[in-house]
C-alpha cells in the first residue's frame, strides 16, 4: 500500500534515527575520496551508496540531504558546485520513487536520468568539462549506481530493523 504523502518519513525520529541521518549525510564526504578501480580500468565511485540508504531509510528529504550536504568536499576540491545539486536531486528522486513502490534498481536508474538533466548541462556550460569526459563520467556513474543500488537495497532491510 502506497503512502498518500511520499515526502513522510517512515521512521520516528529519536536520537537513533538522527544519527543515522547525520552518518548517512556526512559518510558520502569520505567516501568520496576513495574510488576503486575494476579489471577493465573503469573508476568507480563509492559515495552513492550513503546516498542511496539514506534515501531507502529516510526517504527523499533524507537523500537529498546526503546527496547535498555529502557532495560537499568533493565539490570543494573540484571546485565545481553544480554536482552538490546534482547529488541532491539522486537522492532525492531516489528516495521518491522508492517511496512510490518502485524496486530499488529501477528507482536509482530513474532517478540518475533525472539527475543527467541538471549534471549534462552544467557540466558541459558552467564547470567547462568536456563532451569526452562528460561520456566517460556518465558511464562511470551508472554504472557506480548500478553497484551501490543493489548493495543498498541488500543493506536497508537489516538496517531498517535496528532502526525504531
Known amino acids: 500500500m502506497l503512502k498518500s504523502n511520499v515526502l513522510s518519513r517512515e521512521l520516528p525520529w529519536n536520537r537513533k534515527t538522527a544519527?543515522?541521518?547525520?552518518?548517512?549525510v556526512f559518510l558520502p564526504?569520505?567516501?568520496?575520496?576513495?574510488?576503486?578501480?575494476t579489471p577493465g580500468g573503469v573508476k568507480l565511485h563509492?559515495?552513492?551508496?550513503?546516498?542511496?540508504?539514506?534515501?531507502?531509510?529516510?526517504?527523499?528529504?533524507?537523500?537529498?540531504l546526503s546527496g547535498l550536504v555529502g557532495s560537499l568536499f568533493?565539490?570543494?576540491?573540484?571546485?565545481?558546485p553544480y554536482l552538490m545539486i546534482g547529488n541532491g536531486i539522486l537522492g532525492f528522486f531516489t528516495g521518491w520513487f522508492l517511496r512510490r513502490g518502485i524496486r530499488p534498481l529501477f528507482a536509482v536508474w530513474t532517478a540518475f536520468c533525472l539527475q543527467l538533466l541538471w549534471l549534462v548541462p552544467t557540466d558541459y556550460f558552467l564547470a567547462g568539462l568536456s563532451v569526452s569526459?562528460?561520456?566517460n563520467l556518465v558511464l562511470m556513474l551508472f554504472l557506480s549506481n548500478t553497484l551501490?543500488?543493489?548493495v543498498a537495497a541488500r543493506l536497508s532491510g537489516p538496517l531498517r530493523r535496528w532502526l525504531p
Not at 29 to 37: A, E, F, K
Not at 74 to 80: C, E, H, M, R
Open 148 to 150: 551501490w543500488a543493489v
Open 29 to 37: 564526504n569520505i567516501l568520496s575520496m576513495v574510488n576503486l578501480t
Open 46 to 64: 563509492t559515495f552513492q551508496v550513503a546516498i542511496f540508504l539514506a534515501a531507502s531509510l529516510l526517504g527523499p528529504l533524507g537523500g537529498l
Open 133 to 135: 569526459f562528460i561520456q
Open 19 to 24: 544519527g543515522v541521518l547525520m552518518l548517512l
Open 74 to 80: 568533493s565539490a570543494l576540491t573540484l571546485s565545481n
